[in-house]
């Protein structure tokens, strides 16, 4: 039995006593182990038809015990629901996990990956207006493979994408590095972008209490901390 449904036992014992009646004996002849709202509601009734008239129960303290027998069974519902929301949620859990492979997530980093429909996709995030805005797609040997210019840019996020990527790069499926620049006023200087990369792997962590995405190039990460998905 739960810390929550002994106390909540003991509250229900407590008042039994105050209406003169032995929980002992009760559970062995009902052959139960706990008393339920409808079992007190007749034992109730029972003393109340069976009180001394010449020293009636109080109305305060009738009303005490009504009020004490409904903290305790609203105790016990709150637990059983705490816990039903728990199964739940890590239901839910699994189900996102499962859901979730085979997608790309948005993180933050320059290592970048040609995804199934022969892209490159991603994002930056400017704090404040670009003059003027570009992109360098280099390999592993830092040789540049493409060059965009995105122009003058408003604060916030702005999209790019590489997607007339030739076939002799595709074929290799190679790492490639992103490098954003942006002039916000004191010249062109470095961003890091956001890029998607690919989910290999997701699982419902218990130290974590999280979805865990293993993510291509990028290892663990929560997904409630990923800011997009696509698939």
Same mark, same amino acid.
């Given at each position: 039995?739960s810390?929550?449904?002994?106390?909540?036992?003991?509250? !229900?014992?407590?008042?039994? *006593? *105050?209406?003169? =009646?032995?929980?002992?004996?009760? &559970?062995?002849?009902?052959?139960?182990?706990?008393?339920?709202?409808?079992?007190?509601?007749? !034992?109730?009734?029972?003393?109340?038809?069976?009180? %001394?008239?010449?020293?009636p129960?109080?109305?305060?303290? $009738?009303?005490?015990?009504?009020?004490?027998?409904?903290?305790?069974?609203?105790i016990?519902?709150?637990?059983?629901?705490?816990?039903?929301?728990?199964?739940?949620?890590?239901?839910?859990?699994?189900?996102?996990?499962?859901?979730?492979?085979?997608?790309?997530?948005?993180?933050?980093?320059?290592?970048?990956?040609?995804?199934?429909?022969?892209e490159? #996709?991603?994002?930056?995030?400017?704090?404040?207006?670009?003059?003027?805005?570009?992109?360098?797609?280099?390999?592993?040997?830092?040789?540049?493979? #493409?060059?965009? &210019?995105?122009?003058?840019?408003?604060?916030?996020?702005?999209?790019?994408?590489?997607?007339?990527?030739?076939?002799?790069?595709?074929?290799? #499926?190679?790492?490639?590095?992103?490098?954003?620049?942006? %002039?916000?006023?004191?010249?062109? &200087?470095?961003?890091?972008?956001? =890029? $998607?990369?690919?989910v290999?792997?997701?699982?419902?962590?218990?130290?974590?209490?999280?979805?865990?995405?293993?993510? &291509?190039?990028?290892?663990? =990460?929560?997904?409630?901390? =990923?800011?997009?998905?696509?698939?």
């Amino acid at each position: 039995m739960s810390t929550i449904n002994t106390a909540s036992q003991n509250q !229900l014992d407590t008042i039994l *006593k *105050k209406l003169g =009646v032995d929980n002992e004996k009760t &559970e062995k002849s009902n052959g139960k182990d706990t008393l339920g709202q409808k079992d007190f509601l007749t !034992l109730m009734t029972t003393q109340l038809q069976n009180q %001394d008239p010449f020293a009636p129960m109080e109305n305060a303290e $009738f009303i005490a015990q009504m009020a004490q027998f409904s903290t305790v069974t609203g105790i016990t519902e709150i637990s059983e629901t705490l816990k039903s929301m728990t199964d739940q949620m890590g239901q839910f859990r699994i189900a996102t996990a499962a859901n979730l492979l085979g997608s790309s997530v948005l993180v933050p980093g320059n290592t970048a990956r040609i995804d199934s429909d022969g892209e490159i #996709h991603g994002l930056l995030d400017l704090p404040s207006a670009s003059a003027n805005t570009n992109l360098l797609f280099l390999d592993e040997a830092g040789e540049i493979l #493409h060059s965009q &210019e995105l122009g003058s840019q408003p604060a916030g996020l702005v999209g790019f994408a590489w997607k007339d990527i030739p076939d002799e790069i595709k074929q290799k #499926h190679p790492k490639i590095r992103v490098d954003a620049f942006a %002039d916000m006023g004191g010249g062109m &200087e470095s961003l890091t972008p956001s =890029v $998607f990369a690919d989910v290999m792997a997701a699982a419902v962590s218990t130290t974590e209490n999280a979805v865990m995405l293993d993510v &291509e190039d990028y290892g663990q =990460v929560r997904a409630d901390q =990923v800011m997009k998905f696509r698939k």
